[in-house]
């Protein structure tokens, strides 16, 4: 009897709701879904019917595979650990099989068990990863009945409809700044910017960045201030956020130490800022690699001074001072004294703090937006792990 108890506790979740207390059952995933093939679309004509790949949507044409079934799309080559639901009418490429829940199974909770799965587990290529109906259909899960999962899917349903609600808000925010930036500086071969605070009129006026700037070299192998690197999405962060040891070691000795308001160019290309990325510091103090550029402004206004620096006018004039494919260890090939021949355009410092103050609010909301979401992901991995078995 105890040997029996011991077994049904296995068969049921760690989180359940109210009114469900029965053992759940072993099901091939063959049972529970139809695994059907995408097919080649080239022969079809353009029309509103979707296409979809591992990738997400690639096109629309006149056809359907599906015409009123919804289903879950799972990766037959390249991709295939990104399940994601497929809304009928729709068509799917070969690379890309469709599963529709078979009569009794919902399909938000069968999505649900799609996500959980480790899909790269079943790889079966030592190349392109690929997986077969056969190793989707002989994968074991276990079910509640269609009531529970109809409950546990409707949760699940409207956590992903809360975290793309944020998704949205989130990118609408970071494209509503990208269209400032463009608007609210100015365009190549102009003074004055298409967007401006009110009671501003006069031109911008053009300096290279060593007429307003000093170097920082300062070092202290005493200090205590904490260990910074810079990253093109977030600016200054602690290092220990990117590496779980101490990857500065015996060269610590030799970091820069940066005060605030005070700023640091990271030459190292990224797919975001392929010619590096500047950011002034928010902290009183940090430690950062001696290998970035560090400077400290005159007079201007440092947050607006950075904005300008990752802006596409000054990535077009680092362009043309890279040689190509030159790097040193992992760095573009750009000394302090060529990156301060770089050219900006200057308001008046009223002007620039009114210009940084916006974007400083606006960095805040989209970072907002961001946590919020990251806490909606990360409660909906929570529930995934204790609401299935």
């Not at 070969?94 to 599963?99: G, K, N, S, V």
């Not at 071969?189 to 006026?205: A, L």
Request: net charge negative; hydrophobic share 35%; glycine share 6%.
């Amino acid at each position: 009897m105890e040997e029996q108890r011991k077994s049904e506790n296995a068969l049921v979740p760690a989180l359940r709701f109210e009114g469900f207390s029965d053992p759940w059952e072993q099901r091939r995933l063959g049972e529970v879904v139809d695994v059907r093939s995408g097919r080649d679309y080239k022969h079809l004509k353009p029309g509103l019917i979707p296409v979809y790949g591992t990738g997400g949507l690639m096109t629309y044409v006149n056809e359907a595979l599906s015409k009123n079934e919804d289903a879950i799309g799972i990766g037959r080559k390249g991709t295939i650990d990104q399940p994601y639901k497929l809304y009928a009418p729709f068509w799917t490429v070969d690379t890309l099989f469709y599963a529709i829940p078979k009569i009794g199974i919902d399909i938000e909770f069968a999505l649900s068990c799609f996500l959980r799965i480790n899909w790269k587990a079943k790889d079966e290529s030592t190349g392109l990863p690929s997986l077969s109906k056969s190793a989707i259909n002989d994968t074991r899960i276990l079910l509640p009945d269609a009531r529970e999962q109809s409950r546990i899917g409707t949760l699940f349903s409207k956590l992903d409809s809360l975290i793309a609600l944020h998704q949205r808000k989130h990118e609408k925010l970071k494209t509503v700044k990208q269209s400032l930036l463009e608007k609210m500086f100015p365009k190549e071969g102009e003074d004055v910017p298409e967007i401006r605070f009110e009671g501003f009129t006069d031109p911008w006026e053009q300096r290279r960045l060593g007429e307003i700037c000093d170097e920082v070299t300062r070092r202290n192998p005493l200090s205590e201030a904490p260990v910074m690197m810079i990253t093109a999405e977030s600016g200054f962060i602690e290092q220990s956020e990117r590496y779980s040891t101490d990857n500065a070691g015996e060269s610590l000795q030799k970091y820069i130490v940066l005060r605030r308001g005070e700023l640091a160019y990271n030459h190292g290309a990224s797919k975001l800022r392929p010619f590096g990325s500047c950011f002034n510091l928010l902290a009183d103090e940090a430690r950062i690699p001696f290998v970035y550029h560090c400077f400290s402004l005159r007079s201007d206004c440092p947050a607006f001074t950075s904005l300008e620096l990752n802006g596409g006018q000054v990535e077009d004039q680092l362009r043309t001072l890279v040689s190509s494919g030159a790097r040193m260890d992992g760095l573009l090939n750009i000394s302090f004294e060529e990156y301060q021949t770089v050219r900006l355009l200057l308001p008046s410092l009223d002007e620039q703090r009114q210009i940084a103050g916006l974007f400083a609010k606006l960095d805040s909301l989209i970072a907002l937006h961001q946590r919020e979401l990251d806490i909606l992901k990360n409660l909906k991995q929570a529930l995934l792990e204790k609401m299935f078995v």
